[in-house]
């Protein structure tokens, strides 16, 4: 009797979980197809590709949202057993509110890891498509951010003319081996710029005793000193631009760790993301127990109101406190493992706290 009730509970949990993703996918394929018939209107493409290109990165962004979207379906789950008596009538056959929330949360948990090693791999690949067929139309991106076995080319176009930059190997926040072509708005190249390597983690570029040919007035230039270059491109936008981790995936990332960071993808970043993945289904099954704590106490019916309420705040609280910590370890004020675990762990502390509540109640 106990294997057949587990099933059911089990399998109302997960049903409830497929429709709160589905109502996401649903809303998310709406809201960015706005966004990506206005980026195609000016452009002569049917309205299939806009439709396409929403398939292929809405599931991504569900992924991203997940703890969340388990949290509201956890709330939704234990509300409808606690208010259509199934609560009570587990109870009367041994079950405990702890055993539901835990067994719930081991679901979730199983849940995570499905996620990382079978749709993972899946959303990985339709953000790559999508990342590469938006590029093929998108005036800003195309051709100006390139990182490959060629080293690195970044197209700069401005008011008074363009840069062209080309350097061996970005390594952590410097370009080595730096060239820097600079054109008027005739396409005549008027200086050119030689360095080692130059720093590029804010605006200006720090150019370490850059070489300044001016072929205007036919001078060089040698400064023993560091030489600033304005430019609109940071590390961080780089990184934005071009560097999409999204389209790898955690095996990925895993097997291919060192030929990503040689690729110019900072060991940082790398672990963040990993970091990421890893601690997802740990925070999936944290964040069931969290929604057992404000929602499986009670058999009251008149607390539909007060479940809404309290989902909105607290996915509001998780997910600015998530970004503070992300920020924090983007900065190096915390270890950027710390900064993606410290949600975690902050909200387990908290519901350990409240987990005899629940079995007692």
């Given at each position: 009797?106990?294997?057949?009730?587990?099933?059911?509970?089990?399998?109302?949990?997960?049903?409830?979980?497929?429709?709160?993703?589905?109502?996401?996918?649903?809303?998310?394929?709406?809201?960015?197809?706005?966004?990506?018939?206005?980026?195609?209107?000016?452009?002569?493409?049917?309205?299939?590709?806009?439709?396409v290109?929403?398939?292929?990165?809405?599931?991504?962004?569900v992924?991203?949202?997940?703890p969340?979207?388990?949290?509201?379906?956890?709330?939704?789950?234990?509300?409808?057993?606690?208010s259509?008596?199934?609560?009570?009538?587990?109870?009367?056959?041994g079950?405990?509110?702890?055993?539901?929330?835990?067994?719930?949360?081991?679901?979730?948990?199983?849940?995570?890891?499905?996620?990382?090693?079978?749709?993972?791999?899946?959303?990985?690949?339709?953000?790559?498509?999508y990342?590469?067929?938006k590029?093929?139309?998108?005036?800003?991106?195309?051709?100006?951010?390139?990182?490959?076995?060629?080293g690195?080319?970044?197209?700069?176009?401005?008011?008074?003319?363009?840069?062209?930059?080309?350097?061996?190997?970005?390594?952590?926040?410097?370009?080595?081996s730096?060239s820097?072509?600079?054109?008027?708005?005739?396409?005549?190249?008027?200086?050119?710029?030689?360095?080692?390597?130059?720093?590029?983690?804010?605006n200006?570029?720090?150019?370490?005793?850059?070489?300044?040919?001016?072929?205007?007035?036919?001078?060089?230039?040698?400064?023993?000193?560091?030489?600033?270059?304005?430019?609109?491109y940071?590390?961080?936008?780089?990184?934005?631009?071009?560097?999409?981790?999204?389209?790898?995936?955690?095996?990925?990332?895993?097997?291919?760790?060192?030929?990503?960071?040689?690729?110019?993808?900072?060991?940082?970043i790398l672990n963040?993301?990993?970091n990421?993945?890893?601690?997802?289904?740990?925070?999936?099954a944290?964040?069931?127990?969290l929604?057992?704590?404000?929602?499986?106490?009670?058999?009251?019916?008149?607390?539909?109101?007060?479940?809404?309420?309290?989902?909105?705040?607290?996915?509001?609280?998780?997910?600015?406190?998530?970004?503070?910590?992300?920020?924090?370890?983007?900065t190096?004020?915390?270890?950027?493992?710390l900064?993606?675990?410290?949600?975690?762990?902050?909200?387990?502390?908290?519901?350990?706290?409240?987990?005899?509540?629940?079995?007692e109640?």
């Amino acid at each position: 009797m106990n294997k057949i009730l587990n099933n059911y509970l089990i399998f109302g949990y997960f049903k409830i979980v497929f429709n709160t993703i589905l109502i996401f996918i649903s809303l998310g394929i709406v809201l960015n197809l706005f966004e990506e018939i206005e980026f195609f209107k000016n452009l002569n493409e049917s309205l299939q590709l806009p439709i396409v290109l929403s398939l292929s990165f809405v599931p991504n962004l569900v992924i991203e949202l997940l703890p969340f979207i388990i949290f509201i379906s956890s709330m939704w789950f234990f509300s409808s057993i606690r208010s259509n008596t199934d609560l009570l009538s587990a109870k009367i056959f041994g079950f405990s509110n702890l055993k539901i929330t835990l067994m719930t949360s081991v679901a979730a948990f199983a849940f995570g890891f499905l996620i990382l090693f079978a749709i993972n791999p899946i959303t990985s690949a339709l953000v790559k498509y999508y990342e590469e067929t938006k590029a093929q139309y998108s005036k800003d991106v195309d051709h100006l951010i390139s990182i490959n076995k060629n080293g690195v080319w970044i197209k700069e176009i401005g008011a008074s003319g363009s840069n062209i930059i080309s350097a061996k190997k970005l390594d952590n926040e410097k370009l080595n081996s730096l060239s820097i072509y600079i054109f008027n708005d005739n396409n005549q190249m008027t200086n050119r710029i030689e360095a080692n390597s130059a720093d590029i983690s804010s605006n200006p570029w720090i150019i370490e005793k850059a070489k300044i040919y001016n072929f205007t007035n036919n001078d060089v230039i040698e400064n023993e000193i560091n030489y600033e270059f304005e430019t609109t491109y940071t590390l961080e936008k780089i990184n934005s631009l071009y560097k999409n981790l999204n389209t790898v995936s955690f095996l990925s990332l895993i097997t291919e760790y060192e030929i990503l960071n040689e690729m110019g993808y900072s060991k940082k970043i790398l672990n963040e993301k990993i970091n990421k993945f890893i601690s997802l289904p740990f925070f999936l099954a944290i964040m069931v127990i969290l929604a057992a704590l404000f929602t499986i106490g009670s058999l009251k019916r008149d607390q539909n109101f007060y479940v809404i309420i309290v989902s909105i705040i607290t996915c509001v609280i998780v997910y600015y406190f998530k970004d503070l910590s992300l920020a924090l370890g983007q900065t190096s004020r915390i270890s950027i493992t710390l900064s993606v675990w410290m949600p975690i762990l902050a909200i387990a502390l908290f519901t350990s706290i409240g987990i005899i509540q629940i079995n007692e109640k």
